[in-house]
């Protein structure tokens, strides 16, 4: 059965370093609203503790033996598990950013990321929020593969662009509601004309998708 842990945030660490793991358990557990519900070494492992200990948050390495931390990524969301995932990644492994922003991770931190700031990402990704940073984000992509300017959609709409531009912010549904003076279910509906129109999947490929092309681009 899975832990009892109230309202807190529940964290998976996976990663195949147990010295790292064991760092990360120690941080995290002297957070009053996080727990850390359980660890795997692996990207199978991972998939299997998720599924059984329910976190809110994985924090998730990329380079594993066996079943990568991208990989591992890709079947979370294939089997629905609604969990954030944040990408653990080291500088020399930036190009595996974008593939696993587009798999469907919710952001990503470097692992020499300040204890402090590693335990506002996590609560960042928890509340809804996208955790990219733009200007790397941006050269991360220059390198990538072109993705068309538009999907079958048509172009967006002004209020559209506004709220994309929002998003690329790494702002929640919430707080694009309160800045545009808009019912956030009234976002929500904006939100997904925007996927549909530039053919993503999910918010966070919208704000990549913003950072490359600027919300501008999106009227021609």
């Known amino acids: 059965m899975p832990e009892q842990t109230s309202d807190r945030i529940r964290v998976l660490l996976v990663d195949d370093h147990q010295v790292v793991r064991r760092g990360l358990r120690t941080f995290l557990e002297v957070q009053d609203d996080i727990v850390v519900v359980g660890e795997a070494a692996d990207g199978a492992e991972g998939v299997a503790k998720a599924r059984e200990l329910t976190p809110h948050v ?14 591992a990524l890709r079947r979370l969301k294939e089997e629905g598990n609604p969990a954030r995932v944040l990408i653990v990644t080291s500088f020399t492994e930036h190009r595996t950013v974008v593939p696993a922003l587009r798999a469907g991770a919710a952001g990503y931190v470097y692992k020499d990321v300040d204890p ?21 984000a941006a050269t991360l992509l220059a390198d990538d593969s072109p993705r068309p300017a538009h999907g079958r959609g048509g172009t967006l709409t002004e209020r ?9 912010d790494g702002r929640s549904n919430r707080e694009i509601a309160r800045a545009l003076t808009l019912s956030e279910k009234t976002v929500k509906t904006h939100v997904s004309n925007i996927l549909m129109k530039l053919d993503l999947a999910d918010r966070t490929q919208a704000a990549l998708w913003a950072v490359r092309h600027g919300a501008d681009e999106a009227t021609s």
């Open 160 to 168: 559209e662009r506004e709220v994309l531009g929002h998003i690329a």
């Open 116 to 136: 402090e700031a590693l335990a506002g990402a996590i609560r960042s990704v928890h509340a809804g929020h996208v955790l990219l940073q733009p200007e790397l």
């Open 58 to 71: 994985v924090l998730m390495d990329v380079k594993m033996p066996g079943m990568d931390g991208i990989e």
